[in-house]
């Protein structure tokens, strides 16, 4: 919803041109500075705001007379407390935008206690005895935001062993992605997949992904949610007996230039050897990295060409070093 109700006080002018329409916003002709501002009542939002439901999203286009020294506008948004103390505030700073309608913008998550909002337009005079500074198209919008609603999250263990993980969410916003993470114990996690999410959507959408080599034994698993400004939550956690897993090692990409990914079971990668195709133990000639418990890649840039084998547990896997 746009806040603005136009109650500016805003003049026909044949130079320059409105940035959109005919009109735009001018803040005085005295020779050392301009203001005007409007405030804006959103105590009716108290609610949201407090519990950091409403973002504040700040438009609007500044440009001065094209002449040297150019003179100063400056837009400034602060918003308030019901005894009229700054919490926040957004502020372009003095520009110099000459000749062209420059556009300045500012979006946030209000912060608890706002309860107004002034918009303040702000002119210096720098060259002659009138200040040519103008602005337009200004604009104040909220949206609500609506928290993720994960409407069910279930994990299960298919038939080769794999466990499956299915969720759904009713609605969406700002959601950047979700991490399915596992764990033995319920304290110590670690990250399985990462799976897109929807931005913002307010239809029912179904998400899945799989852990092909699961921790064998009692294994807990959660969704973690992240958006696009960084804030997580974390689902419900859910445990789930795993029966030992009947997939073997596999590895990809083959053949392979740089870099060797290797998939297993927990158990099965405790302990990877490298040996050449003559039998010899080259595994000094490589970097290993642990990426989790069931997955771990391998650069190979070190080695020769040729094909080469992976040992651990008494599972071999083969590649090829281009």
């Given at each position: 919803m746009d806040l603005l109700t136009g109650e500016y006080r805003a003049i026909r002018m044949d130079f320059p041109a409105a940035h959109n329409g005919d009109y735009f916003f001018f803040s005085g002709?005295?020779?050392?500075?301009?203001?005007?501002?409007?405030?804006?009542d959103v105590s009716h939002l108290a609610t949201d705001i407090d519990n950091m439901n409403?973002?504040?999203?700040?438009?609007?286009?500044?440009?001065?007379?094209?002449?040297?020294?150019?003179?100063?506008?400056?837009?400034?948004?602060?918003?308030?407390?019901?005894?009229?103390?700054?919490?926040?505030?957004?502020?372009t700073g003095i520009q110099k935008a000459k000749g062209a309608w420059t556009e300045y913008n500012s979006t946030l998550t209000s912060p608890p206690g706002v309860r107004s909002v002034r918009v303040t337009l702000k002119s210096y005079t720098y060259n002659g005895s009138s200040v040519d500074a103008y602005f337009d198209d200004l604009s104040l919008y909220y949206v609500r935001i609506v928290p993720l609603k994960l409407i069910s999250f279930d994990v299960v263990q298919d038939m080769s062993g794999a466990v499956q993980a299915n969720w759904k969410t009713a609605n969406e916003m700002n959601n950047d992605y979700f991490e399915l993470q596992r764990s033995r114990d319920g304290s110590e996690w670690e990250n399985v997949a990462r799976v897109k999410g929807a931005g913002t959507s307010n239809t029912e959408r179904s998400y899945a992904t799989t852990d092909l080599y699961p921790l064998t034994g009692q294994a807990y698993y959660r969704l973690k949610q992240v958006d696009y400004d960084g804030k997580m939550s974390f689902s419900?956690?859910?445990?789930?007996?795993?029966?030992?897993?009947?997939?073997?090692?596999?590895?990809?990409?083959?053949?392979?230039?740089?870099?060797?990914?290797?998939?297993?079971s927990p158990e099965l990668l405790t302990s990877l050897k490298v040996y050449s195709a003559t039998g010899k133990d080259v595994s000094n000639a490589i970097k290993m990295i642990s990426v989790?418990?069931?997955?771990?890649?391998?650069?190979?840039?070190?080695?020769?060409?040729?094909?080469?084998?992976?040992?651990?547990?008494?599972?071999?896997?083969?590649f090829v070093k281009d």
């Amino acid at each position: 919803m746009d806040l603005l109700t136009g109650e500016y006080r805003a003049i026909r002018m044949d130079f320059p041109a409105a940035h959109n329409g005919d009109y735009f916003f001018f803040s005085g002709c005295n020779s050392v500075k301009g203001t005007i501002y409007q405030d804006i009542d959103v105590s009716h939002l108290a609610t949201d705001i407090d519990n950091m439901n409403i973002n504040f999203s700040f438009s609007g286009y500044i440009q001065v007379a094209n002449e040297d020294p150019a003179d100063g506008a400056q837009m400034l948004v602060e918003y308030k407390n019901g005894m009229g103390v700054t919490i926040v505030s957004y502020n372009t700073g003095i520009q110099k935008a000459k000749g062209a309608w420059t556009e300045y913008n500012s979006t946030l998550t209000s912060p608890p206690g706002v309860r107004s909002v002034r918009v303040t337009l702000k002119s210096y005079t720098y060259n002659g005895s009138s200040v040519d500074a103008y602005f337009d198209d200004l604009s104040l919008y909220y949206v609500r935001i609506v928290p993720l609603k994960l409407i069910s999250f279930d994990v299960v263990q298919d038939m080769s062993g794999a466990v499956q993980a299915n969720w759904k969410t009713a609605n969406e916003m700002n959601n950047d992605y979700f991490e399915l993470q596992r764990s033995r114990d319920g304290s110590e996690w670690e990250n399985v997949a990462r799976v897109k999410g929807a931005g913002t959507s307010n239809t029912e959408r179904s998400y899945a992904t799989t852990d092909l080599y699961p921790l064998t034994g009692q294994a807990y698993y959660r969704l973690k949610q992240v958006d696009y400004d960084g804030k997580m939550s974390f689902s419900k956690v859910k445990s789930l007996k795993v029966a030992e897993n009947t997939l073997s090692l596999r590895t990809y990409p083959n053949p392979v230039a740089s870099k060797v990914v290797v998939e297993g079971s927990p158990e099965l990668l405790t302990s990877l050897k490298v040996y050449s195709a003559t039998g010899k133990d080259v595994s000094n000639a490589i970097k290993m990295i642990s990426v989790n418990s069931s997955r771990k890649e391998i650069n190979v840039t070190g080695l020769h060409k040729g094909i080469y084998f992976i040992r651990t547990n008494g599972k071999t896997v083969s590649f090829v070093k281009d």
